[in-house]
T-cell receptor, first 114, second 111 residues
Framework: ETGVTQTPRHLVMGMTNKKSLKCEQH?????MYWYKQSAKKPLELMFV???????ENNSVPSRFSPECPNSSHLFLHLHTLQPEDSALYLC?????????????FGDGTRLSIL | LAKTTQPISMDSYEGQEVNITCSHN???????ITWYQQFPSQGPRFIIQ???TKVTNEVASLFIPADRKSSTLSLPRVSLSDTAVYYC????????????FGKGTTLSVSS
């Protein structure tokens, strides 16, 4: 149990579908992140939220739309995805402060685009 | 963010000590060195973090020389369950800092 819960764990969708990935952290953190991990590739940062405000968008296509309604929840809305978007999508959270505060990751959503 | 270089893969046997070295020549004054472990189909897990000298916890030790241009993760007496990808990251210790993951080191432990 990492304190970061992602749902669903697996998702299969067609290119014209609309779906959402959900992330919830129970750690009291105030920063949340979305990462993408494709097969045989390093993790790629997608979005960063600090205190519910988006502070970084790493040139992500508009078919991915993040939402952070509060500091405990993060969503990734998916629309008109492409086959190359099939990947493991990871959510992470961390706590602001001057002491050592690493990022805590969920176990991801395995997304397959048909 | 400082770029890191680490071996692509390493092999070991159960019970051995494994040392994985990471180079980060352009590390900045306010950067910390953090190591993560990742098993297949799981998110990365924090192992250890340090700024200088030596840090030890229940699972690993981290050795950082005075110039901080490299670091070594030491795993004592590895077991089969330590087979995973290990990532070395260098970044400021601030919330909201984007972590740049490289390809990591794939450690394979055999019996």
């Amino acid at each position: 149990e990492t304190g970061v819960t992602q749902t669903p764990r697996h998702l299969v969708m067609g290119m014209t579908n609309k779906k959402s990935l959900k992330c919830e952290q129970h750690l009291g953190h105030n920063a949340m992140y979305w990462y993408k991990q494709s097969a045989k590739k390093p993790l790629e940062l997608m979005f960063v939220y600090n205190f519910k405000e988006q502070t970084e968008n790493n040139s992500v296509p508009s078919r991915f739309s993040p939402e952070c309604p509060n500091s405990s929840h993060l969503f990734l809305h998916l629309h008109t995805l492409q086959p190359e978007d099939s990947a493991l999508y990871l959510c992470a959270s961390s706590q602001a402060g001057t002491s050592n505060q690493p990022q805590h990751f969920g176990d991801g959503t395995r997304l397959s685009i048909l | 963010l400082a770029k890191t270089t680490q071996p692509i893969s390493m092999d070991s046997y159960e019970g051995q000590e494994v040392n994985i070295t990471c180079s980060h020549n352009n590390i900045a004054t306010n950067d910390y060195i953090t190591w993560y472990q990742q098993f297949p189909s799981q998110g990365p897990r924090f192992i250890i973090q340090g700024y200088k000298t030596k840090v030890t916890n229940e699972v690993a030790s981290l050795f950082i020389p005075a110039d901080r241009k490299s670091s070594t993760l030491s795993l004592p007496r590895v077991s089969l369950s330590d087979t995973a990808v290990y990532y070395c990251l260098v970044a400021p210790n601030q919330a909201g800092t984007a972590l740049i993951f490289g390809k990591g080191t794939t450690l394979s432990v055999s019996s």
